[in-house]
């Protein structure tokens, strides 16, 4: 038994599936497999029900499951001591983003982070908030850049600036002249709303188009891609909400786009930087903190604090 057929047994139990865990730890599925059919020799019991539409942990196997979590966890934490007493700047740097981020801050933190740390490797990746977290927790990123109300996990969070949201319309939409706007304001029947939550808490007092709505359409529109939808806004009637980094980019880019502020309260969102407690890589994230204090990207008010 080795840490390897650990990891290969947690895998399992988190995907469910041999083929889901044999992908997420870039092994082949027969491999995996017979690793694991091994380990149940060596041990001689079974540690998993196979079913042909699910795997299901045994009695045994969620004992085992239990203990191969805190060996890994112990084996990781080896890993970052050994890291924190190297120079944490000669290792890649893995950090994430919310699609309501990345598209307006790459270049923003590839210039800051250059600056920064010249010599440092940087991996970026977006994703969405729940994904995000788990890649912190799973050591497959040392940061990550979400909403503090997408912030539930046992992860720290550190504040890095607030930014407001606001209703974007075309260019002389009826709406566009307007100083303010309430959620309650907003037509269901024009709104364009993505799948996921931007990180506002106003984005529960904003409409929800019902089916007859969208009947009534003669163009309806669903995306996930947030630039879809407001490139759709230039040509139409439609609206959706945007946040002031965004903001700030569109009208660079001579987009056509009008920004309608909402009214307090639930209209800023807290942006942070979600980190493991113990991180070996926390003077990095200090740095970068500092140096967002200094220098903001447009549209947002900077928030940071050091760490305690």
């Known amino acids: 038994m080795n840490l390897r057929d650990l990891e290969y047994v947690l895998a399992i139990a988190k995907h469910g599936q041999f083929s889901q865990a044999a992908l997420s730890c870039n092994v082949s599925q027969p491999a995996l497999s017979n690793q694991v059919k091994k380990l149940e020799r060596e041990l001689g019991a079974e540690l998993f029900h196979r079913r042909s ?17 805190r060996m890994i966890g112990d084996a990781q934490r080896i890993h970052d001591i050994a890291v924190e007493h190297r120079n944490p700047e000669a290792l890649p740097l893995k950090i994430g983003m919310t699609p309501t981020l990345a598209p307006y801050l790459t270049q923003y933190f590839a210039d800051l982070l250059k600056n920064l ?3 440092m490797k940087v991996f970026m990746a977006e994703d969405l908030p729940k994904r995000l977290v788990e890649m912190v927790q799973n050591r ?32 002389g939409h009826k709406l566009a002249k307007c100083k303010s706007i309430r959620p309650e304001e907003v037509s269901s029947q024009q709104l364009i709303r993505l799948p996921y939550s931007f990180g506002f808490e106003l984005e529960e007092r904003l409409p929800r188009p019902a ?5 009534e359409k003669l163009f309806d529109l669903s995306a996930m891609r947030f630039e879809t939808v407001c490139r759709h806004l230039t040509c139409s ?4 909400i945007v946040s002031a980094l965004a903001a700030e980019q569109f ?5 056509g786009l009008s920004f309608i502020p909402f009214e307090p309260p639930g209209n800023l969102r807290d942006i942070g930087i979600i980190y493991r407690p113990g991180c070996p890589r926390i003077q990095l994230l200090l740095k970068i903190g500092f140096e967002i204090n200094k220098h903001p990207p ?10 305690a």
């Open 53 to 69: 539409m699910e795997v299901r942990p045994t009695e045994t196997g969620k004992r085992v499951i239990e203990i191969a979590a």
């Open 117 to 119: 740390f010249p010599k």
């Open 298 to 307: 447009d549209g947002v008010v900077p928030t940071f604090e050091p760490i």
């Open 211 to 215: 089916l007859s709505d969208r009947r």
């Open 140 to 171: 497959d990123l040392d940061f990550a850049l979400i909403a503090r109300k997408s912030h539930k996990s046992q992860l720290g969070f550190a504040s890095i600036w607030s930014e407001a949201v606001f209703l974007a319309v075309r260019n």
């Open 237 to 240: 009637d439609n609206s959706t």
């Open 251 to 255: 009208k660079r880019d001579n987009m």
